[in-house]
């Protein structure tokens, strides 16, 4: 798996300010040794409640976009990123706080991909097959498309 080049994740910090985007975002698909991706699951009283949604989080000040999906992948779920790999592009979104958000997404491996998933910001998880990952957003389903035809 590739790793992220530098300049690219510059490129998108800096066309993020220039758009205007408030917030920024991290999501990671990890995915089984069977092509299963790991969605998680919010909770039906939260925001964007009863979702499905990779493991992400926001970037922190100082940050990196692949620190930060590291960190988030390990808070939310207990998995430890191996490698951060391709960029499947991003999406925009309105957070909860009504701030101007982008979600950039990249294929991550994880040391072991047996590990207990341990959640703490999330009420499920699943790997999902195929016919089941269409239980995402629509933006998300596009950024699987993306991943799917990477892969292919």
Avoid: C
């Avoid at 499905?52 to 990196?64: A, F, K, T």
């Amino acid at each position: 798996m590739s790793t992220v080049d530098a300049a690219l994740l510059e490129d998108l910090t800096r066309a993020a300010e220039g758009d205007g985007i408030d917030k920024l975002v991290v999501g990671a698909v990890i995915t089984d040794g069977a092509g299963k991706v790991l969605l998680l699951h919010r909770a039906a009283d939260e925001y964007l409640g009863d979702l499905w949604e990779l493991p992400s989080g926001g970037v922190d000040d100082g940050e990196s976009l692949t620190e930060a999906l590291r960190r988030e992948v390990a808070e939310e779920t207990g998995l430890t990123v191996a490698a951060v790999g391709g960029y499947l592009g991003h999406f925009d979104y309105r957070s909860a706080g009504g701030r101007k958000t982008r979600q950039f997404n990249f294929t991550a491996t994880v040391d072991e991909a047996g590990e207990t998933v341990k959640l703490t910001e999330h009420d499920a998880h699943l790997w999902a097959d195929r016919s089941r990952q269409d239980q995402v957003s629509s933006a998300v389903q596009a950024v699987l498309g993306t991943w799917r035809s990477q892969a292919a």
